[in-house]
């Protein structure tokens, strides 16, 4: 019933983190935060992070926002949970060439393991700043900005 | 001379033939990934009958010139279409004068010029402009602005759980520092229609003017505003089926005799030396630069549009869109309406405890369906509400029921998506 293209772009596992976000929740041994926000449909997220030596060692986030954007944090919290700051950082280069269509999907989608669900996005170029507020938020978080990221 | 349109509708019965009207609209015959367009975004921007698209064309075609003091053909026959244009606009919302009817690019400017003009040389320190709570952002920043350089204040009329204003709390707000109430007539993100008539009536016991958001008021119902009483009207072409970029402001005689322009330059000027200028009169005073000639002409073609087929047949039939709308997408499961005041217009907002507005819109669109997501430029509205956004579906003279069912059939399985 629902479109193909939809489909790809509303994927299960998408679906499933929109309903029940994984790190969804304040970060008590936070010592970083940011708060992103996106004035186009006003979806706000606060992200949690605890890094120690340079390694994420937990992450969380609170917020609302559209499906994409909240399963696009969730995703995020999980894969990004004991990587390095410099590893965090490569990875949101290569998730947002995925949803912006200019990666070369053969040579490193492997590399994004679950985050390719969200390769769909790259069709829907309104739908970009949804899906990487949570990672620009997580940037400034890490910077230990303690602005407001935004995603213009 | 005089642009006149094909009548819109041939008009043997008093039925409201809305296929015969759409017929009208060549942009309806759009498919959307080979689904019928839905267009329900009509508070947003409202579509243009070949009529007006006709009259801007014809304009471009055989009568394009620089208006006023022109001596030759073309520049005559431009002047006098542009201020026919200006007697239909007159006439539409019952202004007692042409000179009282001012272009503007759209409502924007028309709040802004009454802000930076009006504002400017009546306000002091510890004044006071009255707003509602439910306004959009063209009529909170402008008055936000005049207030933080003349260290004047706003005040907000607060408004219940059901979008109306709560009348008591609007006298309390009047005082003799109140200096202005600026409202909307009808909310672009809740469909109230503001009881403005008993806002004007209280506000002149004390002598206050009233100006009137009117765009999204003159595009569905009669606008008259000698009964109304209110002091200054703003509204825009686009939302009423004419072009962008034009716009009305309405002001009594009195008020824009004794206001200072807003802009200068060309065709505000009576005389020019390096001393002193001496200003045009009205409406000219506040029409600085060339004005937007042909989207002016395009807007009264408008005009003559909904004229024909008669404000009160699409109050009636838009009237009836709002009640089947209302009743089809309160039977679609969690789908909660924002903005029930009894006086309503046809703009239904919308939201789902668990599905965010704009992955209702993607889906929506994959089935042609046009509706707005966001805030509405009403943030105020939704901090109200304590959401983020709402969906919203506003209707237009052209929409139809079976439209309507597209809507509330996409929505139940939207539903069952998430």
């Not at chain 1, 509303?10 to 790190?23: A, W």
């Not at chain 2, 930076?116 to 509602?132: A, P, Q, R, T, W």
């Not at chain 2, 109304?228 to 939302?239: I, N, R, T």
Request: with cysteine; aromatic share 8%.
């Amino acid at each position: 019933m629902i479109d193909p293209q939809l489909r790809e772009l509303y994927q299960e596992v998408i679906l499933d983190h929109n309903k029940s976000p994984r790190n969804f929740k304040k970060l008590e041994t936070a010592n970083r935060t940011a708060e992103g926000y996106n004035p186009l449909c006003g979806d706000k997220i606060n992200i949690f992070l605890d890094v120690e030596d340079d390694v994420v060692k937990d992450i969380s986030f609170q917020g609302s926002g559209c499906a994409i954007s909240k399963a696009s944090a969730s995703l995020m919290s999980t894969i990004i949970k004991g990587k390095s700051v410099e590893e965090a950082k490569k990875l949101f280069e290569k998730f947002h060439d995925l949803i912006t269509g200019k990666l070369d999907e053969n040579i490193s989608i492997e590399e994004l393991g679950k985050l390719a669900v969200l390769s769909g996005v790259k069709e829907f170029p309104m739908r970009v700043k949804c899906a990487s507020l949570a990672w620009h938020t997580m940037l400034t978080a890490l910077k230990n900005e303690s602005k407001t990221a935004t995603t213009e | 001379m005089i642009v006149k349109p094909e009548p819109a509708v041939q008009e043997t019965n008093n039925i409201y033939d809305v296929y015969r009207i759409r017929e009208d609209f060549p942009i309806l015959k759009t498919k959307v990934r080979n689904k019928p367009l839905v267009y329900f975004d009509n508070a947003a921007t409202t579509q243009k009958p070949q009529q007006v698209i006709d009259t801007l064309s014809k304009y471009y075609n055989s009568m394009n010139a620089n208006i006023h003091r022109g001596v030759h053909y073309l520049s005559n026959i431009a002047t006098d279409a542009y201020e026919d244009a200006r007697i239909k606009v007159k006439n539409f919302i019952n202004a007692a004068s042409e000179k009282e009817i001012i272009f503007t690019k759209g409502t924007t400017e028309s709040i802004n010029l009454v802000a930076n003009s009006f504002g400017k040389s009546n306000l002091k320190e510890g004044d006071e402009i009255i707003i509602s709570n439910m306004e959009h952002h063209s009529n909170i920043v402008p008055w936000q602005l005049i207030c933080n350089e003349k260290k004047a204040k706003l005040k907000i009329i607060p408004i219940d759980d059901n979008g109306e204003i709560i009348f008591d709390e609007f006298v309390k707000l009047i005082s003799d520092k109140t200096k202005l109430i600026s409202i909307v007539y009808i909310s672009n993100s809740l469909g109230t229609i503001n009881p403005v008539k008993d806002i004007i009536e209280i506000a002149h016991k004390y002598d206050i003017p009233v100006l009137l958001d009117a765009a999204q008021t003159v595009n569905h119902k009669t606008v008259d505003v000698q009964k109304l009483d209110c002091d200054f009207l703003a509204f825009s072409g686009h939302k009423l089926y004419g072009p962008t970029g034009i716009g009305v402001l309405y002001g009594k005689e009195k008020f824009l005799e004794a206001m200072p322009p807003f802009m200068g330059g060309g065709d505000m000027i009576a005389k020019v030396t390096f001393e002193e200028t001496t200003y045009n009169e009205l409406p000219y005073k506040f029409e600085a630069g060339t004005s937007n000639i042909a989207d002016a002409i395009g807007l009264g073609s408008a005009i003559d549009y909904i004229t024909s087929i008669g404000m009160e047949k699409i109050f009636v039939h838009e009237a009836s869109l709002l009640e089947y709308a209302t009743q089809k997408l309160e039977e679609v499961p969690g789908l909660k309406i924002i903005g029930t005041a009894k006086q309503k217009s046809a703009v239904i907002s919308f939201v789902f405890d668990n599905i965010h507005p704009h992955d209702v819109g993607t889906f929506l669109d994959f089935e042609g369906v046009a509706v707005r997501t966001g805030h509405h430029c009403t943030q105020p509205v939704m901090q109200r509400y304590n959401i983020p956004a709402t969906s919203r579906a506003s209707f237009g003279l052209y929409n139809t029921t079976e439209e309507i069912d597209t809507l509330a059939d996409s929505l139940k399985r939207i539903v069952e998506v998430f």
